[in-house]
């Protein structure tokens, strides 16, 4: 494993501030009882269920487990919608802020408790009244509103698993992961407001609903009042249904293992893939871990920057803050609109203590310069985060000092889609950090560092993260697809999920994470698979042939490079790199488009006829290639040469 053995020692050490720790929900006498209670893992989750989940009726088992498959607090009833509102407007957090939220050209909402708790029975009344019942999957396409909040409890709240698809996906890819999880309902709106200016939604989900046949009714928020076609029959809006629906709905009596949503993610193949959660050990996880690693006080205002299209605005926007009855901000727009201050603008107005976001956005404020966090006051800033890739020390430093003006800690949180809930980060009041480690595993979560066989690699040496007992939040399957479900996680090694990560351990058995090991590239905190690109490139007329790799981006992490042979007779010019990016964008989505696209005449292979991907990556890390880049290159030599270093 040479390629993931890492010579980097990090001796910078930040012990949690004095304060911070003495009034930290878990400090560090009782984590250390919890990492030994969590030795066996049914018994720290258990007590956390316990003290953190309410359950309409007790478990009989706390874990079924029959490797790959798990079933957490068996037999337990409850409801997600019901933690997250019920229980809280029983008393006084009724008229607490559940909800803050910016809209980009400005407008806000505050949402209390009780008011969010109104609206969710509404539109959980609404879905009935479509013949949504228990089980069925309702697909959500909707930007940063607050509706797709209240939707998204309502379909907690009857048991219908939503399927919640960013934004930013193309009408094509909205399309197959409408039909692969049979979505007979759409909840989207006419439009949304980004950099400035409105973009259209209603008019996307028309195009994938034209060739989805399974859907039979759309539901449309009004959010620009832009022009939207409503098709009679089909569509409706959400304000009228609303008005008629009424503000009492019983939360639904789950099984624990009810599923409780499907999350679509890239992998290794073509297809991406449609990760099943389930709701009581889900609950149990992003509520714990919300509460223990940010912190979380009743006073908080809590901002997390991703959009809830991703796994992380799923647990760590809506999930584990309502349950813990936090308030969390929500907004609309981009970080730089209308100016490049606009977050440290949102902090300073609205007081925010927690912030969490991605090191491509950090990296991103670094290079727009300090004097834009100067302009504002963030002393109200208690506790930073990051989340969705390695973050490189140096930003990590420009965080702590900037933003965070050097008094508060930063919890690196290493988890994915399919952990459901953060795995590996730091207690805030409890552990020392070190710039670019995500430091130890969350008590009761077992992680190690394994090689090919299986075999535990000891400090300095990388090799394969690996998580070796069952955790809660973890993914119940692949939607539709059990063979894929267990060979991509569970067929490395016996009984151990295989996340797909290389790290190391330092001396002090803190994991420093790499990055994927696999075919996936991770630009700007988002998966996106090689393989993804690859089709979608070759779907282009004029192109033969196809290969993607990334390459190391100072701001985004990956920049995606794509390496193309046009078909004989076409040229490879400026006007192929716009197709083969409009074609990519089409099929998946703008932030598909490779940054770079580089024609060959030929793609190196091996005499078997597989492409040399690592070669590849070599030569796309060494930058652009010079000149006209409408001339065709030719890597067969380097690819003899490499063949006979290989041979
Ligand atoms: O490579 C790891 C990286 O993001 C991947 C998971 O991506 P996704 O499922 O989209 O979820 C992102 C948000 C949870 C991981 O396999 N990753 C995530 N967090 C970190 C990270 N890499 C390093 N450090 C992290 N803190």
Redesign the pocket.
């Known amino acids: 494993m040479p390629d993931i053995e890492s010579l980097l020692e990090e001796k910078r050490v930040f012990k949690p501030p004095r304060d911070f720790a003495r009034a930290a929900n878990w400090k560090r006498k009782q984590v250390a009882e919890l990492r030994r209670l969590g030795q066996k893992p049914e018994r720290l989750w258990a007590k956390l269920a316990r003290e953190q989940i309410a359950w309409f009726s007790p478990w009989k088992k706390v874990l079924d487990w029959k490797p790959p498959f798990a079933k957490w607090f068996v037999g337990a009833k409850t409801n997600v919608s019901y933690n997250c509102l019920d229980r809280h407007i029983q008393g006084w957090r009724r008229n607490k802020a559940a909800i803050l939220w910016e809209g980009e050209p400005g407008d806000t909402r505050t949402i209390t408790y009780a008011e969010l708790h109104r609206e969710v029975c509404r539109f959980a009344n609404v879905l009935k009244g479509l013949g949504v019942k228990r089980g069925d999957r309702v697909a959500i396409y909707m930007p940063m509103l607050p509706e797709l909040a209240i939707a998204m409890l309502a379909c907690t709240r009857i048991g219908a698993p939503h399927s919640i698809v960013f934004g930013g996906f193309s009408a094509e890819a909205l399309r197959d992961r409408i039909q692969d999880a049979g979505a007979r309902v759409v909840v989207t709106s006419d439009g949304g407001h980004r950099r400035g200016a409105p973009f259209p939604i209603k008019q996307t989900v028309d195009q994938a609903c034209a060739e989805a046949p399974g859907v039979e009714k759309v539901v449309v928020v009004r959010r620009t009042g832009q022009p939207v076609e409503m098709k009679p029959g089909r569509d409706l809006w959400w304000h009228e249904e609303m008005k008629q629906a009424s503000a009492k709905c019983p939360p639904a009596k789950l099984d624990s293992e009810h599923p409780l949503f499907i999350l679509y ?2 992998g290794t193949t073509g297809r991406p893939k449609g ?1 099943l959660h389930s709701t009581g050990g889900y609950l149990t996880h992003v509520t714990a871990t919300a509460r223990a690693v940010f912190d979380l006080r009743d006073e908080d205002i809590y901002w997390c920057t ?1 959009d809830i299209g ?3 605005g799923h ?1 760590y926007v809506i999930y584990g803050l309502l349950s813990n009855g936090a308030t969390t901000l929500m907004f609309e727009g981009a970080p730089t609109t209308p100016g490049p201050d606009r977050f440290w603008d949102i902090i300073e107005r609205w007081g925010v203590t927690i912030f969490y976001t991605a ?1 491509t956005a950090i990296r991103t404020f670094i290079r727009l310069g300090d004097e834009h966090p100067k302009k504002h006051d963030l002393s109200s800033l208690r506790l930073l985060g ?6 490189n020390p140096e930003a990590w430093m420009w965080y702590h000092r900037v933003i965070g003006g050097g008094r508060c800690p930063i919890v ?8 459901g809930g ?1 795995m ?2 730091p207690l805030p009041g409890a552990t020392d950090t070190k710039p670019g480690s ?1 430091t130890l595993p969350f008590p009761g979560v077992h992680a190690a560092i394994l090689d090919e066989q299986g075999e535990p690699v000891s400090p300095p040496h990388g090799g394969f993260l690996a998580i070796t007992a069952p955790w809660p939040g973890m993914l119940r399957g692949i939607w539709g697809d059990r063979k894929r479900f267990v060979e991509t996680y569970w067929s490395k090694w016996r009984n151990t999920y295989f ?3 290389g790290a190391h351990r330092d001396r002090r058995g803190y994991f420093w ?4 090991i696999d075919d ?1 590239m ?1 630009v700007s ?3 996106i698979g090689t393989m993804e690109v690859e089709s979608a490139i070759v779907a282009h007329a004029d192109v033969a042939e196809a290969a993607v790799v990334g390459r190391p981006d100072e701001i985004t992490g990956t920049a995606i490079v794509a390496f193309v042979t046009p078909r004989s007779h076409v040229a490879g010019g400026e006007a192929l790199q716009r197709g083969i990016r409009a074609q990519v964008a089409k099929q998946i989505g703008a932030i598909a488009k490779p940054a770079e696209i580089r024609f060959t005449e030929a793609l190196p292979k091996t005499r078997s006829g597989k492409i040399m991907r690592r070669l590849l990556r070599d030569i796309a890390a060494g930058g652009a290639p010079a000149g006209d880049t409408s001339t065709l290159e030719d890597f067969s030599v380097l690819a003899k040469l490499r063949e006979s270093e290989e041979d």
């Open positions: 993610t890239s990760i991703a991703w796994i992380t647990s090191p990051t989340v969705g890739e390695p973050i690196d949180t290493w988890w994915q889609t399919e952990t953060i590996i980060a995500a996340p797909g990560d994470i790499m990055g994927r996936v991770n905190g988002h998966r």
